[in-house]
Each structure stands twice: as structure tokens, then as C-alpha cells.
């Protein structure tokens, strides 16, 4: 199987390709594409990332390749990473308007030539924000369920992360999902939380206590405090440690937002959920994640068949997604899943894109 990754010399692009190799996700006989733009610093800058990758990795380096056009992207999972990225930095604003902007050319070049000189196989995995704008871009082109947006997916593995933290155990053992939109909008499925190795009851219980008495009603107003807080303290290392008296949900919104504040980057993070998606496009079997996927009709919110971008949990595989796998969601949820779902169809309304 073949890999293209579409913005590999930046930050994100650059992990996952090191991400790959390191796992061992793709083989000997596999390719790994680097795509830049001709004209550009990564017009360059590929030919220099193939050359340090195979110094790295000789050993276990599948075949790796440049190209410079958008009309030579082939591979049979291409990730989208190319773009304008959030700003880092103390006092930056993530403006999704401004981003929207700025990428949807890109989004729309990428995914014109790929419907005119792909195989008509391929699937997209999408990194670059406003995820959800480049979705509907790749989506409506190419078919929706050969596009999945990583958002959901990683705003997932952060929300079990922060479980996991609290109760101090790994990762591995907590399950639950993410819904909505991709950052501050998120809608964390507490109904969906499973922790190995509990019964039913024991699970219930730790779960009423790490969630207290709140709702999904207060979450948006308790994220926003909750940065004004974090904004508010002078000292990173103590801002950091006061995210964790917060509950894992609102915790899985605000650690990555101090990340970005501090002027690091969540590159690895965003690698890692990344090529977990990769993988289980190449495994061959469907796998239930989260993801940002173009729905028609799957699920009923406020009521109705619902239709548009949205985050859910989707069985994945091969050809891409094929059934979104929402279990009965909390009352609500299921109203925060609904206002979330209209705000991100305004949004894309007002972004240039919707349905024709």
C-alpha cells in the first residue's frame, strides 16, 4: 500500500512521515510520497526530507518519492496536511474564518486533481483546519465516504488520555468517543465511556464521579473560563498544572490550547492520531474511531435526517468509512450534537462550501 503525504516538510507533515516509518506501518515493497508545491520553500525542502528519512531509516525505509504538482499525487491513502496552520504563541487567536479563507484554494486544487487523475480508489485523510471546510471540499468531489477528518479522532484519544490521567491508569484501557467539531465545539460522548476490566456498575460510578453533576449545557461557558483562567496565570509551568483540577473533558480542550499558547506545537499528538487512521485504512478490517465525515441521512438530530459535516464515531477500513457506529447518545448530547451540527453548516455555508 501506498502513502502520500500532502504538506510533508511542515511541522505535522514531517512527523508523520518519521511516525510511519518508526511504527513500521508501511513495508519494503510500500511507497511513501512526499508532496510539495513547485515554486514554494517545499518545493525544495521534499527532496531534502526524502534524503534526511532514508539517512534515519535505511533500514526498515519503504520506498520513498517526491512530487511537486498536485496532478502527480498517487498512493492509495493520501493525508492532507497542507495549508495555513493555527498560530502558537501567547495572545494568538485561532480565527477558523481567517484559516477557512486561506486554505480552501489549496483544499480545492488538491482535490480537483485528484478527481481528475486519480484512481478513483483513494482515500483522504484530512489534518489541515477548518477540518470540517476541508471535508466537504474532498468529500463532494470525490465521494464522502473515501473522506475522513482526524479532528474527531484525536480530540478522542485526548479525552481518554485525560481519563486515563485521572484515574492513573494508561490510555489502552478507557474507551469513549468524541463527536462535533474539532477543538472548542467538541461534544465528549460521556455515555460512550467503557473502562476495561469494570462491570457495568463500576463503571457508571467512576464515571458519575470524574463528571460530577455537569451537563453538556455548561460546557461551552466552562471551557471558556476555564482559558481565561489558564490565559490569566503568568507562569506556564503553573498554568499547566492548573488544568489538572479541571474535569477530563474540559481538560481535553485546554491542555492543547495552553500547548499552543506556550509556542510549542502539537505536532506528535496530531502525528500519532494520524497514522493510527493510516493504519487502519491499511489493515484491511473494519475499525470503529471517531472522525469528521460529509453524512446523508445517517443519523437524526433535533428530529430530522441529518446532513453535513460532523464528527462521529465511523467504522473504518479499507475503502474508507462505511457506517456510522453512534450508539444512543444522552438527551443531552444529543442536543449539543444538534447545535454543533447547524453551527458547523453555517460555517461551511459562509466558508464557500455546502451543498451545490
Same mark, same amino acid.
Given at each position: *500500500?501506498? @502513502?502520500?503525504?500532502?504538506?510533508?516538510?511542515?511541522?505535522?507533515?514531517?512527523?508523520?512521515?518519521?511516525?510511519?516509518?518508526?511504527?513500521?506501518?508501511?513495508?519494503?515493497?510500500?511507497?511513501?510520497?512526499?508532496?510539495?508545491?513547485?515554486?514554494?520553500?517545499?518545493?525544495?525542502?521534499?527532496?531534502?526530507?526524502?534524503?534526511?528519512?532514508?539517512?534515519?531509516?535505511?533500514?526498515?525505509?519503504?520506498?520513498?518519492?517526491?512530487?511537486?504538482?498536485?496532478?502527480?499525487?498517487?498512493? =492509495?491513502?493520501?493525508?492532507?496536511?497542507?495549508?495555513?496552520?493555527?498560530?502558537?504563541?501567547?495572545?494568538?487567536?485561532?480565527?477558523? =474564518?481567517?484559516?477557512?479563507?486561506?486554505?480552501?484554494?489549496?483544499?480545492?486544487?488538491?482535490?480537483?486533481?485528484?478527481?481528475?487523475?486519480?484512481?478513483?480508489?483513494?482515500?483522504?485523510?484530512?489534518?489541515?483546519?477548518? !477540518?470540517?471546510?476541508?471535508?466537504?471540499?474532498?468529500?463532494?468531489?470525490?465521494?464522502?465516504?473515501?473522506?475522513?477528518? *482526524?479532528?474527531? &479522532?484525536?480530540?478522542?484519544?485526548?479525552?481518554?488520555?485525560?481519563?486515563?490521567?485521572?484515574?492513573?491508569?494508561?490510555?489502552?484501557?478507557?474507551?469513549?468517543?468524541?463527536?462535533?467539531?474539532?477543538?472548542? *465545539? *467538541?461534544?465528549?460522548?460521556?455515555?460512550?465511556?467503557?473502562?476495561?476490566?469494570?462491570?457495568?456498575?463500576?463503571?457508571?460510578?467512576?464515571?458519575?464521579?470524574?463528571?460530577?453533576?455537569?451537563?453538556?449545557?455548561?460546557?461551552?461557558?466552562?471551557?471558556?473560563?476555564?482559558?481565561?483562567?489558564?490565559?490569566?496565570?503568568?507562569? @506556564?509551568?503553573?498554568?499547566?498544572?492548573?488544568?489538572?483540577?479541571?474535569?477530563?473533558?474540559?481538560?481535553? !480542550?485546554?491542555?492543547?490550547?495552553?500547548?499552543?499558547?506556550?509556542?510549542?506545537?502539537?505536532?506528535?499528538?496530531?502525528?500519532?492520531?494520524?497514522?493510527?487512521?493510516?493504519?487502519?485504512?491499511?489493515?484491511?478490517?473494519?475499525?470503529?474511531?471517531?472522525?469528521?465525515?460529509?453524512?446523508?441521512?445517517?443519523?437524526?438530530?433535533?428530529?430530522?435526517?441529518?446532513?453535513?459535516?460532523?464528527?462521529?464515531?465511523?467504522?473504518?477500513?479499507?475503502?474508507? &468509512?462505511?457506517?456510522?457506529?453512534?450508539?444512543?447518545?444522552?438527551?443531552?448530547?444529543?442536543?449539543?450534537? &444538534?447545535?454543533?451540527?447547524?453551527?458547523?453548516?453555517?460555517? @461551511?455555508?459562509?466558508?464557500?462550501?455546502?451543498?451545490?
Amino acid at each position: *500500500m501506498d @502513502v502520500a503525504i500532502v504538506g510533508a516538510t511542515g511541522d505535522v507533515g514531517r512527523a508523520i512521515c518519521g511516525s510511519l516509518i518508526e511504527r513500521g506501518e508501511l513495508g519494503a515493497s510500500s511507497r511513501l510520497q512526499l508532496v510539495g508545491r513547485t515554486g514554494g520553500s517545499s518545493g525544495a525542502a521534499v527532496h531534502g526530507l526524502r534524503v534526511d528519512l532514508i539517512d534515519a531509516y535505511d533500514e526498515r525505509a519503504p520506498h520513498i518519492d517526491v512530487a511537486t504538482s498536485p496532478e502527480d499525487v498517487v498512493a =492509495d491513502v493520501v493525508v492532507m496536511t497542507a495549508g495555513r496552520t493555527v498560530p502558537t504563541g501567547t495572545g494568538q487567536v485561532i480565527d477558523r =474564518d481567517k484559516l477557512a479563507a486561506d486554505n480552501r484554494k489549496v483544499f480545492e486544487e488538491y482535490a480537483d486533481a485528484l478527481a481528475a487523475h486519480g484512481s478513483g480508489h483513494e482515500v483522504v485523510i484530512v489534518v489541515s483546519n477548518p !477540518v470540517e471546510l476541508a471535508v466537504e471540499v474532498f468529500a463532494r468531489r470525490l465521494g464522502r465516504h473515501r473522506v475522513i477528518g *482526524m479532528g474527531a &479522532w484525536l480530540d478522542t484519544l485526548r479525552f481518554r488520555r485525560e481519563i486515563a490521567a485521572t484515574l492513573g491508569i494508561r490510555r489502552h484501557r478507557v474507551s469513549g468517543f468524541v463527536a462535533g467539531q474539532h477543538g472548542d *465545539m *467538541m461534544v465528549p460522548l460521556w455515555s460512550s465511556v467503557r473502562l476495561r476490566g469494570l462491570d457495568p456498575d463500576e463503571r457508571a460510578e467512576i464515571v458519575d464521579r470524574l463528571r460530577g453533576d455537569r451537563t453538556l449545557a455548561s460546557f461551552r461557558s466552562e471551557v471558556a473560563t476555564a482559558k481565561q483562567r489558564i490565559v490569566a496565570t503568568p507562569d @506556564v509551568a503553573s498554568a499547566f498544572a492548573a488544568i489538572d483540577s479541571y474535569p477530563p473533558d474540559v481538560q481535553a !480542550v485546554i491542555r492543547p490550547y495552553l500547548t499552543h499558547q506556550s509556542g510549542a506545537k502539537t505536532a506528535n499528538g496530531t502525528a500519532n492520531a494520524t497514522v493510527d487512521l493510516v493504519r487502519t485504512v491499511l489493515d484491511g478490517r473494519d475499525i470503529v474511531v471517531a472522525g469528521q465525515v460529509l453524512l446523508d441521512g445517517e443519523i437524526e438530530l433535533g428530529g430530522v435526517p441529518w446532513t453535513g459535516v460532523l464528527g462521529v464515531p465511523v467504522a473504518v477500513g479499507p475503502d474508507g &468509512w462505511t457506517r456510522v457506529m453512534l450508539d444512543d447518545t444522552a438527551p443531552d448530547e444529543s442536543r449539543a450534537l &444538534w447545535e454543533v451540527a447547524q453551527t458547523i453548516n453555517e460555517s @461551511v455555508v459562509a466558508w464557500g462550501g455546502g451543498a451545490s
